[in-house]
């Protein structure tokens, strides 16, 4: 047989790495729903067009994209939020606004695997449409915030960095710069920190060819207001230029809001964070670990205009998404993950065919009342099957022989420190459920 292998880029799961993703997805649907967001899906293949109308043929170079046997141009999705869009604005007109649902699915990039970027991975997006203030986006960065808190991981363990495309074009147009260059300089301006400078001064005279702005006199003022890192001056520069000042004022709504929301200490002004896709319009963040390899956790903006691009009403919206692969490696170098046995609750130990018909009626009740239960299906004797409980990751055993049949009785043992004691199988349920919640002295005489 041939040696055939995971493609390079996706990955396999086997049980206790299942379990741990379930971890993570729980935190994250536990935190969407205490902010009042609903779960939805879209299909995992998609029309190629619902992602070229909203970034561009550019895009197709980072897709699984192919012709089906229907001749159809389709693509393995690369994102949830054009579906989001799509399945919103089919039926906005009839939604309670405002609108917030949340989703957690595999995506998949034709990009080269490396650490922290692989081409399949399961992403969370949370969305918010309907709402055109800056309450909306404090909300939505929240929500990041407290999906990360969720972990156990403190607000000194990551920055959420916001910064906003609405005030950067408002600076760019104070220094003369067409609304049509402003795109491609904010572009440049997305390089600013790893770029080498003849490559940017390059970029940010193709960006600007056809004005009369200078270049590198651009570079320098789009360089000094990307390093800006406070409100005050913020404030400073806008003096004079009424649509900046009245932009700043949605800053401070923002960043009141979330001050009082307890989230003031993890959210850090930076304004080089433009985010590369052009549909977003104002504010725009992005999450860091604040130490190590300083990885991206998470990220997102406001994007109003994309809901009516692909066909749906002119409808405002914000949201972020946040991937699992460099969030579990965070996790992980924080031991913050919990380590999981993921067996049963109980080991059901049948001794002998004499005890199977109690011992299975017992199994079924169990099962019905919500406890995982595994049990022998061959018969053995007591150490082997002791042995075999342990092995599927019990806690607890349900021991079942000839005399606790007769007796009317199940034994119950602990795996951890043997220690034993006999429950009426009439009381069976609440008996268990109190040794799940508080060990074996619930039931030790």
């Not at 054009?82 to 906005?92: D, E, F, Q, S």
């Not at 590198?216 to 913020?234: G, I, M």
């Not at 170098?333 to 049963?344: E, Q, S």
Request: proline share 4%.
């Amino acid at each position: 047989m041939s040696d055939i292998r995971t493609l390079p880029g996706f990955r396999e799961f086997y049980p206790e790495d299942q379990a741990l993703v379930g971890h993570i997805f729980d935190i994250w649907r536990r935190a969407c729903r205490r902010y009042g967001f609903r779960e939805w899906n879209s299909p995992v293949l998609e029309p190629l067009e619902l992602f070229t109308e909203k970034s561009g043929e550019e895009i197709v170079r980072q897709l699984f994209n192919f012709e089906d046997k229907g001749g159809r141009q389709v693509t393995l999705r690369p994102e949830l939020t054009p579906a989001l869009a799509r399945m919103v604005g089919a039926k906005a007109n009839g939604m309670p606004k405002p609108i917030r649902w949340f989703a957690i699915g595999e995506s998949y990039r034709y990009e080269k695997p490396q650490k922290g970027r692989l081409r399949a991975f399961y992403q969370l997006n949370a969305d918010l449409l309907g709402e055109a203030g800056p309450a909306a986006d404090a909300e939505i960065i929240a929500l990041c915030a407290d999906c990360l808190l969720g972990f156990g991981l403190t607000q000194a363990d990551f920055r959420i960095r916001v910064s906003d495309r609405t005030l950067w074009f408002r600076y760019l147009a104070s220094l003369g710069i067409p609304e049509a260059q402003a795109t491609a300089v904010l572009g440049v301006v997305d390089k600013l920190e790893r770029g080498a400078p003849k490559d940017l001064l390059d970029a940010m005279t193709a960006a600007l060819a056809g004005t009369a702005v200078d270049p590198a006199q651009a570079l320098v003022a789009a360089r000094a207001f990307a390093n800006t890192k406070c409100l005050a001056d913020l404030e400073r520069l806008a003096a004079g230029d009424a649509a900046m000042s009245e932009r700043l004022g949605e800053w401070k709504h923002l960043l009141a809001t979330l001050t009082a929301l307890g989230f003031a200490e993890c959210v850090a002004i930076d304004l080089t964070i433009v985010r590369g896709l052009a549909y977003y319009t104002g504010f725009v963040f992005e999450a860091f670990e604040t130490g190590g390899e300083a990885r991206a956790l998470a990220g997102g903006g406001r994007y109003d205009a994309l809901v009516k691009k692909l066909g749906g009403p002119d409808l405002p919206a914000v949201g972020f998404g946040m991937g699992d692969v460099t969030l579990r490696d965070l996790l992980e170098l924080k031991r913050l993950l919990p380590v999981y046995a993921d067996g049963p609750d109980f080991f059901a130990m049948i001794l002998g065919d004499d005890a199977r018909a109690a011992a299975l009626e017992d199994v079924a009740t169990l099962r019905r009342a919500g406890f995982r239960v595994e049990y022998n299906l061959r018969d053995g004797k007591f150490g082997k099957l002791a042995q075999q409980a342990e092995t599927a990751g019990a806690k607890y055993a349900l021991v079942y022989g000839g005399g606790e049949v007769a007796k009317g009785v199940a034994k119950v043992r602990s795996l951890t420190d043997r220690s034993e004691a006999e429950v009426p199988r009439t009381d069976l349920v609440p008996a268990l459920r109190a040794v799940l919640e508080e060990g074996m002295r619930a039931i030790l005489p």
